[in-house]
Structures are given as C-alpha cells and as structure tokens.
C-alpha cells in the first residue's frame, strides 16, 4: 500500500511515522511529503531512507492513502487534489472538521459511519478526540444533557516553537515567544485565537465537535481551555449531567471495557491519571470518577492522554485501518 505523509518533518508526522511503524501498517511505499525547503531531504522509516517530495509530486504519485498534518491551509487546497486522484485523505487539521459533507471520525466510537466513498475524512481535535473516547459509551448508557470541561493543555499542542519556548524558559535563555506570556510556571487560560464570543477556538472545538461525532445535538457544552507548562499530554476536568441516574461501580465498569480506555482510579493509593504516565502510550486515562454532589445525576471525570498519540497521530492511523480492516480503501 503507497502511502503519503503530509507534514513528514512536523511533530505530529515524525509521530505518525513512528507510529506506521510500531502498528506494522501494510506500507509498502512511503511518500514523505512536506515544504519545497525540505524536498530532496531524506528521512529514514523502518531502516530505509526514503526522499521527502513536495505535494504535486505526492498527488502524481497517487498513493491509496494520504495522511495530513500540515495545516487547515494546505488542507483546504491539497486534500481535494488528493481526493481527485482516487487518494482517501486522514486530514488531521480543522479544515474539514465542520464541513457536513465529511466524517469527523474517533474509530472506537463512530467508526462505522465510515463508507468507500469517504475520500477526504476528517480526524478531530486533540482534546475532543479524549473527551468523547470517556463521554460516547456513558452518553450511549445514561443520555448527556450537559457537559462542562476545563483543559490543562501541554505546549506540544502548540508546535514544536512552543516546546522550545518553554525550555527556553527553564534554561534562563531569551528566545522567540510563540505565547504572549511566559508559559513556564504559568498557566495561560489562552489556547487558540479569541473569537467574537470571548471563546477561544480550541474551546469552540470542544463545544461542537462532540455532537457531530455521537451525532447528536441534544446536550449542550461549555469550556475553558487553559495551556500548561507540561512537554507533552492534555488533562480535562470534566463534568457531566446526565438525563438518567447512575451508579459509579456500572459507570467505571463500562469505561474499564471501552476499547482504548484504562481507568485509573484508586485515589486511596493515589493512583489517578497524569500526563507524565500518559507519555508514549495510545489509551485514554479515566480517573477521579466521583458524584457530583451539587447536582443531580451528575459525574466527574479527570481524563488524560498523549495529545500527539491518540489526540493526533494514532487517530489518524487508526482511522486508515479500519479503512483496511474493512476493505474500505
């Protein structure tokens, strides 16, 4: 299978390269693609070097799948070339998210809806993708009517200047600030740009992406996202009302048998997720699963991944074998 790498040299493709490898996906022709600066470079992938080509190169080349991360931009005029060509898009930006013509798709949740004329499909925010992977089979059990989530985002959601600013930081060296703050020993209540509703567009992304991956319009979302000075994962607090009563042994038991999920959640021996243990790993961590007691019929959760694994990367691939696995390619 030819497949294309779009955005091969950024953090979430050197990822999702790493991971092709690691899940054995059926490559047996990697195109690295990225900017006309990078063409010519070479990459290695499996013990094989392999030249980085620009994209109409990568479209002539017509691979069977094209994985992108290289920006909403490059989407918007790239992943329709693609498609053109009989290539099926995994686009990782926004571009498409939105867009009612295509899938916004978590496999583990809503990977069914997925047919062979799905030629560009859209993989969801980063923090989305955890907060539905928890919320989807208690939604299914127990109706949502409200949720209210509060992020603790790592600068590795912000790209690889983001990271750099933060050591910067650490090492007492002046450098380029990506964050109109300083991030190290702060917490910026700032992630994506300020929209007319004094929301930004990461927690805008939080309010809508959900119903369009369970499909659902009838609960409402509100939430804050922050970003914190932690090199890789995001956290959430969150806090679910649902239509009908709940018993927390039955809600940490459907968690514990949800495919990517592993509940971590024995405050007593203080064993609860954290962003440090979620490193390198694919699940989502559940913990600090309690009652809300202020209000009927109402949970809290604390969940936490790799943003760049399951929030971005693995998604995305694990999106491309289902597509295999069901011989929709």
């Not at 993989?123 to 009517?145: D, R």
Request: aromatic residues 6%; glycine residues 6%; contains cysteine.
């Amino acid at each position: 299978m030819k497949v294309a790498v779009v955005g091969a040299t950024g953090m979430v493709g050197n990822v999702m390269l790493q991971i092709l490898a690691e899940r054995n996906f059926p490559v047996t022709e990697l195109i690295p693609v990225a900017s006309e600066r990078s063409v010519g470079n070479q990459i290695e992938f499996k013990g094989k070097k392999y030249a980085i080509v620009g994209l109409q190169t990568a479209v002539d080349m017509k691979p069977d799948v094209a994985l992108f991360s290289a920006g909403g931009e490059t989407s918007l005029i790239w992943a329709p070339k693609f498609a053109e060509a009989g290539t099926t898009v995994i686009d990782n930006s926004s571009a498409w998210r939105m867009d009612d013509t295509k899938k916004l798709v978590v496999p583990e949740i809503n990977g069914d809806v997925l047919t062979s004329e799905d030629k560009i499909i859209a993989n969801p925010n980063c923090s989305t993708i955890q907060l539905v992977m928890a919320l989807g089979p208690l939604h299914k059990k127990y109706k949502m009517k409200r949720v209210v989530i509060s992020t603790y985002q790592s600068v590795s959601g912000t790209g690889i200047k983001a990271v750099q600013q933060l050591d910067n930081e650490e090492a007492g060296i002046e450098g380029e600030m990506v964050y109109p703050h300083p991030i190290g020993r702060n917490a910026l209540p700032h992630c994506d740009v300020f929209l007319e509703n004094g929301y930004t567009k990461e927690e805008m992304k939080l309010v809508k992406e959900p119903k369009k991956i369970l499909g659902d319009n009838s609960f409402s979302v509100t939430a804050t996202a922050v970003r914190i000075p932690t090199a890789g994962g995001h956290s959430e607090a969150v806090n679910v009302q649902f239509e009908n009563d709940f018993d927390l042994a039955t809600v940490r038991e459907i968690l514990s048998k949800t495919d990517g999920i592993i509940v971590q959640d024995d405050v007593q021996n203080n064993v609860y997720p954290m962003p440090i243990l979620a490193h390198n790993k694919d699940e989502v961590f559940v913990g600090r699963i309690r009652r809300d007691e202020s209000q009927e019929n109402t949970l809290n959760m604390w969940i936490v991944a790799d943003n760049l694994r399951k929030g971005a990367a693995t998604n995305t691939i694990q999106i491309a074998e289902y597509l295999v696995a069901n011989n929709l390619l």
